[in-house]
């Protein structure tokens, strides 16, 4: 078929795109709670990028103090429900739970999170205030997680924080490059309000570049937080990439966050290119959209891929397909429309580099095409700011203080570590508001 809007009514496709791990209920988050041994040295904690008290905001569950256990988890990262619903706490605090190596379940941490900032929420509790003002403001570039956090410590360290947005929706990919089973766009924007009535002014539809370069911003403001995440997904450098039915990873994804299932498109046989936790995300979602067959295409091996493993069990779990050492030589053009992907097979030579196997090509047949292979820099903005170091499509920082080598000019967020997880950019906006106020504070003396 061609590529169409899904087969499915919109009832199968709220089933399908449900909340892959449903909130606990009130007596199951406290007899979860009571299993944890409440370690003195947590490796939980040293786990989380964010460094949340987890024994802390457990036993308050236990106890049932969700309000308590509400202001211990946002206190150290305010993006808490994001994190409990979206953060791969099977790699970090659930993995490092001790349970873990006694062959026992590790405590469901991020359901436990979930529970008490979903009921802060809820019940519109607050914890936060702004901090005297300090006659200094700041330009915040993203209303990403990282550009968030970083207005909102601000505002709590009496610094005036002006946040500059280049989409009409405020939340980064929050708002929209998520899977919708992980969370909800409306759950997303309401944890932005939730987080904004602390007082933080967003101009949304307000793009940082060639109508208002940076360097204004720096010269108008005391400090600059770069905080702008990636760019668009990279090219495959193949013939047949601007065919109708070839997508990057975020045009695919986009619309099942701000859009309707059934208003959605999909193809009958979708191929993705990558296998990083972004093509599992595109590969499921055209599973649950219900497409006949979804395959994930890869040069390299299984051990290899940069999926996490249990997003790997998920894709497998939705029925789609993995095809290793495969490499696209280009992409088939019928009536200027994709057709399927020729393709060749490859092996690993010496230096760790691939080489491709003789008389391996072939074709597989598709009507659609999604590119996931990891997003390029800004690189039009980083060249637009005079002095500003860069690596590669990471932006270089001071790790202890979030600073560029542009005077108060700071950054986070997968601008300088080239694609993270959203407690990654949380703390990035953390540690630079606290550098702006170090900077900002050696301005006044």
Known sequence: MPIQPPRLSPAELQQNFADIAPALTPNEAVIEASRCLFCYDAPCMRACPTH??????IRQIMERNLTGSAKTILSANIFGGTCARACPTEVLCEGACVFNGLNEKPI???LLQRH???????????????APALGKKAAVIGAGPAGLSCAHELAKLGVEAVVFEAQPVIGGLNAYGIAAYKMTTDFALAEVEYIRQIGVEVRTNTPVGKDLPATKLLTEYDAVFLGVGLGKTANLGIAGENLEG?????????????????????????????????????????????????????RRSEKEMPAFQYEYNLAKSDGVKFLWHTAP???????GKVAGLECYKVKMASGNKLESIP?????????????????????????????????????????????????????????????????????????????????LKALLN
């Open 52 to 57: 949340i008290d987890v024994p802390k905001f």
């Open 108 to 110: 469901q941490i991020g």
């Open 246 to 298: 070839c997508f990057e990873a975020l045009e695919f994804i986009v619309p099942t966050r701000l859009k309707k299932f059934e208003e959605c498109i999909v193809g009958e046989n979708v191929l993705v290119i990558g296998a990083g936790n972004t093509a599992i995300d595109v590969a499921t979602a055209a599973a649950r959209l219900g497409a006949a067959s979804v395959t994930i295409v890869y």
């Open 329 to 335: 030589r280009r992409i088939l053009d019928a009536n």
């Open 359 to 439: 008389n391996s090509d072939h074709v597989i047949p598709c009507d659609m095409v999604v590119k996931a292979l990891g997003q390029d820099g800004l690189y039009d903005l980083y060249k637009s700011i005079p002095g500003l170091d860069v690596d590669g499509k990471r932006v270089v920082v001071n790790p202890k203080t979030g600073a560029t080598s542009v005077p108060g000019l700071f950054a986070g967020g997968d601008c300088i570590n080239g694609g993270g997880e959203v407690v990654d950019a949380v703390e990035h906006g953390k540690i630079a508001a606290r550098g702006i106020l170090q900077y």
């Open 116 to 130: 008490a900032t979903d009921y802060a929420m809820a019940n519109n509790i607050h914890f936060f205030k702004r």
